[in-house]
């Protein structure tokens, strides 16, 4: 049977998704799209390991890299250039990810991780609109999103608790 949504995501859902899972949904971002494009391309690589590797450091901004050149690859036509470079993207990422990590104030700016992420969605959506004209655009979080986001807010509510919890003094 014939999958029945397309490949593309409204960006206001990766959007949405990445803040709400407290950015946990961006690794289920990679996984998705590396399985969507493997399947109608001839490239031969591991989606799973792939995934994997975003884990590993240093290797984790080689597999950053490797999805933001496949989807520029998929949009870049002779017709338009796609409306990001694969290595801008790929820095803009990992100087987000660096400065969200910094001990103090600034780990709120892990919810925008996602932002170098939304122009890579944009080029997808072009890509699989012209690869799937057939195949509407799910409106609606599959049932892998939803878990995500609930495991995502868990791991949020935790973490905001434990900023707010007042420690106990010496007894």
């Known amino acids: 049977e014939a999958p029945r949504y397309s490949d593309a995501q409204p960006v206001r859902h990766l959007v949405w998704l990445a803040i709400l899972s407290f950015g946990l949904y961006e690794l289920y971002w990679f996984y998705r799209n590396w399985r969507a494009i493997k399947a109608v391309t001839t490239h031969d690589f591991s989606p799973g390991w792939r995934t994997a590797g975003l884990f590993v450091p240093i290797a984790n901004v080689f597999m950053v890299y490797h999805m933001f050149r496949l989807a520029y690859s998929l949009a870049d036509t002779p017709e338009r250039q796609p409306a990001f470079t694969p290595g801008r993207q790929t820095l803009a990422y990992f100087l987000l990810v660096a400065v969200s990590n910094v001990p103090g104030p600034f780990w709120p700016?892990?919810?925008?991780?996602?932002?170098?992420?939304?122009?890579?969605?944009?080029?997808?959506?072009?890509?699989w609109a012209a690869q799937q004209p057939e195949r509407p655009v799910r409106e609606t979080y599959s049932s892998v999103e939803t878990v995500i986001l609930a495991l995502g807010m868990l791991i949020m509510m935790v973490v905001l608790f434990g900023m707010t919890a007042v420690p106990a003094g010496p007894a």
Not at 111 to 116: D, E, G, I, M, Y
Request: proline residues 11%; without cysteine.
């Open 109 to 127: 700016l892990t919810f925008l991780t996602v932002l170098p992420m939304i122009p890579v969605q944009a080029e997808l959506n072009r890509f």
